[in-house]
């Protein structure tokens, strides 16, 4: 009897761990969420402003901006080779700045869509080295993001389907 208490117990709690590891899913914020939330005078809305400080995932393109390390690099909602040939020049609005953690190795292809996690800082913010920035990611990892959908079909001309 004892035994058969013991199991339940145990299924109980791989059950519980299971369940609060879904509850503290990482919130995932999308480019057009940024810039939905930018009012005048380069202002954020309240709703961005209260991930400020929390753990987030946002989805884009990895485009280097600083060492070659990749310590610091922007994340965009278009590739840079998209800037040039496809897209409008993406602005503040459209990047977020992302310092990664230390320590963690990044390699990257500039046509791959990453999942990129950190601490989110929302509101204008200069940093010496890198400028003025309205989004940021700290203390970030980067994994690819398989299967991401770049492109809604809805956008995508009859033409090019």
């Not at 990482?26 to 480019?31: A, I, K, S, Y």
């Not at 057009?32 to 005078?41: G, R, Y």
């Not at 230390?102 to 913010?125: I, N, S, T």
Request: aromatic content about 10%.
């Amino acid at each position: 009897m004892l035994r058969r208490i013991s199991t339940c117990s145990l299924c109980l709690w791989v059950v519980m761990g299971t369940l609060s590891a879904y509850s503290d899913e990482v919130p995932r914020l999308t480019f057009a969420q940024l810039v939905d939330s930018i009012k005048a005078n380069l202002e954020v809305t309240q709703k961005i402003q209260s991930y400020n400080g929390k753990e987030v995932e946002i989805q884009g393109f990895i485009i280097p901006a600083g060492p070659p390390d990749l310590s610091f690099f922007l994340l965009s909602r278009v590739s840079a080779i998209g800037n040039y040939c496809c897209e409008l020049s993406t602005g503040q609005d459209e990047t977020v700045y992302v310092y990664m953690a230390k320590g963690v190795q990044l390699f990257y292809d500039p046509l791959r869509v990453y999942k990129v996690r950190g601490r989110f800082e929302a509101g204008v913010h200069t940093d010496p080295a890198n400028g003025v920035s309205l989004f940021r990611l700290r203390q970030a990892h980067v994994e690819e993001a398989v299967g991401a959908k770049i492109m809604k079909l809805e956008d995508t001309p009859a033409s090019a389907r």
